[in-house]
């Protein structure tokens, strides 16, 4: 099986950074799609960022310029890069990997901006 591990979720203050990383593990064939989603309180999940095993990328338009999303082949990794945070982006975030037909969700990890 696939197994998901977010890090690097953390409290910052607006204008800040962070970096967060999903790390995968398990069965994870040549042709896959991660993305990263968020959750904020009361509200639905929503696609922030999304890339494929051929580095196709999407960005949702909210955090265009300031995220980025990045693969690290050699450490089975997906890092997400958020620059220039609003309040806005507070949020539980979530790694999800879709491949061969299944999904796999990891099991988030919190984001707070706030000053």
């Known amino acids: 099986q696939v197994q998901l591990v977010e890090s690097g979720g953390d409290l910052v203050q607006p204008g800040g950074s962070l970096r967060l990383s999903c790390a995968a593990s398990?069965?994870?064939?040549?042709?896959?799609?991660i993305g990263w989603y968020r959750q904020a309180p009361g509200k639905q999940r929503e696609l922030v960022a999304q890339?494929?095993?051929?580095?196709?990328?999407i960005l949702a338009d909210s955090v265009k310029g300031r995220f980025t999303i990045s693969r690290d082949n050699a450490k089975n990794t997906v890092n997400l890069q958020m620059n220039s945070l609003k309040p806005e982006d507070t949020a539980v975030y979530y790694c999800k990997l879709t491949t061969r037909g299944n999904t796999y969700w990891g099991q988030g990890t919190q984001v707070t901006v706030s000053s």
């Open positions: 398990g069965s994870i064939f040549s042709i896959y799609v």
């Open positions: 890339i494929t095993s051929g580095d196709s990328t």
